[in-house]
């Protein structure tokens, strides 16, 4: 449906997109919520429909991401939010909105370039936001090409084979720290996790973990325009240097796999496409590893799991991509023309992001975590042409993770309370940055199998480290 104003021209004073209406008496954000008089919203510029933007970045919406999800859906369907100093776009926060969306791309685009126009060059969101030739950023033939080229090499991984990769990357971790009796596993665990992985199926070797970690949650987190220049050409340079190591020796690996597709990627279109990959496939899967462990750890429902309980790391792999998402607000569209959508009228070219968390929040759905009862109607892997292309082999790798930790250190536990857990700073992402547990110490030369042996078909029950007689102090669950 087109607008019945002239493109580029202002809506008029009626119209329903020109100013949003305020949320009645009763909707407004109670005491405390980062949205509420006072908090660093209420300094936000002013939306260009007339709407102050609510702000999704800072430690206020970090700490609580759900009041603001709440506060954002009395204005409908899509709300005005600001994702970086002085860039502004509006959130779908509606189930059935975020469908019609992600499953239109004849009203939508992917592509940003015209949107990259009315934001500053320097701003910390480019790295995020700003267009390549890639599967994200491509509409129609150009998305289908591309896309064929990451699923097709993503099937050339076997199942088998990426579970022993997790196996082996697992028990090399759990060897730097299983002595000490407590960790970080998110530092020590769940970013790494990934890193191990992902250099070893593109082609590099685990020296290069460091650099790559900390390109990508520059990017991620934007905290400057420096640190968000920085981190991308950091991350630039990485692929520039797999690609380069690739042309001179081809491998059993996705890099080369992906240079020989039959669809014939120029340099151009691999450097990118790895570049989204590789984003996509650590930051995104560090997050779930640890939101999951820090679920299991804080809820008794899932302590019992670790001694053979009910709940498992499925279960708990399900209640994170429906309540706390690794990836929470992403999926920036732009429409082709001035439409009017779920009672708003945007304008053609304007951002349009999807809030997968304010979406599935819609739902209850912790209370109903259990065997069989998990539904994947979620929209944690996005939907429609844009949908995650390799989410069965990201849950491979999640679930296989931490059943590995969880079976060599059995009597885990966080070593700090559930309510001083802190989150990391972004609009797009719900990232621990922390997570302290404590558990007995195992070492090499104790009896039965250990990570040291590298076993890999697990520690079998009769093998894993004894419980301790300490009690575990309950922990408030998420």
């Known amino acids: ?4 104003y002239e493109p580029g021209a202002a809506p008029p004073p009626s119209c329903p997109g020109h100013t949003a209406p305020p949320p009645p008496e009763a909707a407004a954000p109670p005491p405390g919520c980062p949205a509420h008089a006072g908090a660093p919203y209420q300094a936000a510029p002013a939306h260009q429909e007339g709407a102050a933007p609510v702000r999704l970045y800072g430690p206020e919406f970090a700490a609580d991401p759900g009041r603001v999800y709440a506060y954002l859906r009395q204005f409908g369907a899509l709300a005005p939010v600001e994702i970086a100093p002085g860039v502004t776009a509006m959130l779908v926060t509606d189930y059935r909105a975020a469908l019609d969306l992600l499953n239109d791309d004849a009203t939508w685009s992917k592509d940003s370039r015209a949107w990259m126009q009315t934001v500053p060059p320097d701003s ?36 088998h084979e990426l579970r022993s990769r997790v196996h082996h990357a697992a ?12 960790a970080d596993l ?4 769940a970013r790494l996790i990934p890193l191990l992985m992902f250099n070893t199926l593109f082609g590099l070797p685990d020296s290069y973990s460091d650099r790559l970690i900390a390109a990508i949650a520059g990017m991620l987190e934007g905290n400057s325009p420096e640190e968000a220049a920085a981190a991308n050409e950091a991350y630039t340079q990485y692929i520039m240097e797999l690609v380069g190591a690739k042309k001179a020796q081809r491998g059993p690996d996705l890099t080369s796999w992906m240079m020989d597709h039959p669809n014939d990627l120029s340099d151009e279109e691999l450097i990118h496409n790895i570049i989204l990959v590789m984003g996509a496939g650590n930051e995104p899967l560090a997050n779930l590893i640890g939101n999951a462990l820090s679920r299991m750890l804080s809820d008794d ?7 053979g309980g009910a709940l498992t790391v499925h279960d708990a792999i399900n209640e994170v991509l429906w309540n706390d998402p690794p990836l929470t607000n992403y999926s920036a569209h732009f429409p082709v023309r001035d439409v009017f959508f779920h009672g708003t009228w945007l304008r053609a070219g304007q951002l349009v992001m999807v809030s997968y968390a304010a979406a599935n929040s819609q739902f209850d759905t912790t209370a109903a975590a259990g065997p069989g009862s998990g539904s994947g109607s979620h929209l944690s892997w996005a939907a429609g042409p844009h949908a995650c292309p390799v989410k069965r082999h990201a849950l491979l790798i999640a679930t296989t993770a931490i059943e590995r930790l969880t079976a060599w250190l059995s009597d885990i536990e966080l070593a700090v309370p559930t309510d001083e857990l802190q989150w990391r700073n972004g609009a797009f992402h719900r990232a ?17 199998a250990t990570p040291w042996h590298n076993s890999d078909s697990g520690p079998s029950s009769s093998t894993r480290p004894e419980r301790t007689s300490t009690e575990r102090t309950p922990a408030s669950a998420h």
């Open 1 to 4: 449906m087109t607008s019945p």
């Open 301 to 307: 429902r899932y302590y019992n799991t670790l001694s």
């Open 124 to 159: 910390p969101i480019m790295p995020m936001l700003g267009w390549r030739p890639n599967v994200f950023y491509s509409d129609g033939p150009a998305h289908v090409r591309y896309r064929d080229v990451i699923v097709d090499s993503f099937k050339l991984v076997e199942p």
């Open 186 to 189: 998110i530092a020590d665990y």
């Open 432 to 448: 621990l940055a922390a997570l302290p547990a404590r558990f007995t110490p195992i070492t090499p030369d104790q009896a039965g």
């Open 171 to 182: 028990d090399t971790l759990i060897q730097r720290f299983g002595a000490r009796g407590e």
